[in-house]
């Protein structure tokens, strides 16, 4: 079933203590698209400068990435983030940001978009995520993300789009932060009651945690010993979860339980390299046989 | 299978953003024997003074606790802590410490506690975990705590111990600290590579990591909106898993993983409420009601 995802296309220059790296692919969607194509087709909106590197456009479209609500603008430059991992690999600072294209980006949908079944709005303005939900046509299940930022500067609509949403991913310094709530699993069941049908709240190196009104449920990330660069591992985990429904096409009690397994996996994957190196290397046997290993790990 | 204690009897006053209690039983010796008293009979080995309230001896006493190696010191006063912790529940701050007789403790096992299959060392001096270890005769199955204060101040006679324990139970700051690593599976590890058989890193309200030489497993805690007091949590933690190692006489890799299951269980009802007030109302059914809903948590 058709997969749309609205959010970022970005060049990073990353910093980890132990190697960097200067302009690599980056951004919220792409991670996303990435991660979701190991299950089935996705439809990818964004915008990019003429700086954008063909090879990394190369990249997204070899793997059944519909780039036509890709856009490029002549003579504007990428959406450019650079940042800085702190020894623990959780905790980063932002060096430098540069909008460019990315902070005129009014998402238009193609019309061949416009019917998607599933929708994903990464990390953006609310502003910018409701004008896209006001493009969809009937849309069976949309999923948003959003950050401290919109929570702070745009409460208003960030709570008029979560009345229109299915799901809501974020951190859980975010949750706590919507609801000024400290107890995580509190937290996680009033940002449900601002609207979402469930909510995710990502916990970074310790896994995740759903909310719906009947069900309570914490899966922890996969362990892993290789963790290079942790940038993108929220969208990619949100891509594997996606990408799953999509394929399933529902999103019952059990298959959304399953569908945020395969993004913990993805994720996973994601951490072990820079960008979507890791991403790159893999099959989808390799994210089944970590589910193996998972389900034997969480067995008992 | 007999298991024996050997740790902190204390009167802790503590502080919560919501509520405070003042001089209510706590210790490490403690939460862990009455956790593992819902699997079998338990023997503590600890000291406290004449203030010791009779009532607190008896909470103990009526739980399947031997407490004929509690010795009393004439004259002398309990090990008294006092701690505050922070909205988030999860830091404190040491607010005043009274070791008083526990500061003079130098452990001494009765005749009959001697021949003890199962051995947990609480967190206490490495000089006096040894010295305890010393005492026992072919135990089976010994465990120890530790932390950052004998990792900084007693780093040889902790690493001596090492060598001479079955399994290490710590925190993830602790496990961080003592290898210099700040990936927490490269760091349980090369703790495991000290010495233990297998390594328990608690992570608090994220659960807790196995790592023996052939595996590494994360288990989540229980997800709880009802955290009143976490003061005891990582020794009732150990309790519910050696209580329960205890009770099935072996410690195969299955038994151990169902173990670390209990033993998160049995913590999340301790952090209910202040001191044992919580484990006082409940059964082992309830505990055994939990892990029929942690474990569909946990199955997708």
Avoid: C
């Amino acid at each position: 079933m058709p997969l749309l995802v609205v959010g970022s296309v970005a060049l990073d220059s990353i910093e980890t203590p132990l190697e960097s790296r200067d302009r690599i692919i980056g951004g919220s969607a792409t991670h996303f698209s990435y991660a979701a194509s190991f299950f089935g087709p996705v439809r990818l909106v964004g915008v990019v400068g003429e700086d954008f590197p063909a090879e990394y456009r190369q990249l997204l479209a070899d793997r059944n990435i519909d780039l036509s609500g890709l856009h490029t603008i002549p003579g504007g430059k990428t959406f450019y983030w650079k940042g800085k991992y702190l020894p623990n690999m959780n905790d980063r600072e932002t060096i430098e940001v540069q909008l460019n294209v990315f902070g005129d980006f009014k998402p238009k949908l193609p019309d061949t978009f416009r019917q998607s079944d599933f929708v994903f709005l990464a990390n953006g303005s609310p502003v910018t995520q409701m004008s896209v939900l006001d493009q969809v046509v009937k849309p069976r299940l949309v999923v948003a993300d959003t950050m401290d930022l919109w929570i702070r500067e745009q409460h208003s609509p960030l709570l008029a789009l979560l009345k229109r949403v299915d799901g809501l991913v974020l951190n859980d310094s975010e949750a706590k932060l919507l609801t000024q709530e400290e107890n995580l699993v509190t937290a996680g069941h009033k940002v449900r009651e601002l609207g979402p049908k469930f909510v995710v709240v990502k916990k970074g190196e310790h896994g995740a945690i759903f909310f719906s009104e009947h069900e309570t449920y914490v899966l922890p990330a996969y362990p892993t010993d290789r963790v290079v660069d942790p940038t993108g591992a929220g969208d990619s985990f949100a891509g594997g979860m996606l990408g799953y429904l999509a394929a399933k096409k529902n999103f019952e009690p059990q298959t959304l339980k399953e569908a945020m397994a395969y993004g913990i996996l993805v994720a996973s994957y994601n951490v072990e390299d820079f960008s979507l190196n890791r991403l790159q290397q893999i099959k989808m046997s390799d994210i089944e046989d970590r589910l193996v290993k998972y389900r034997r790990m969480l067995s008992f």
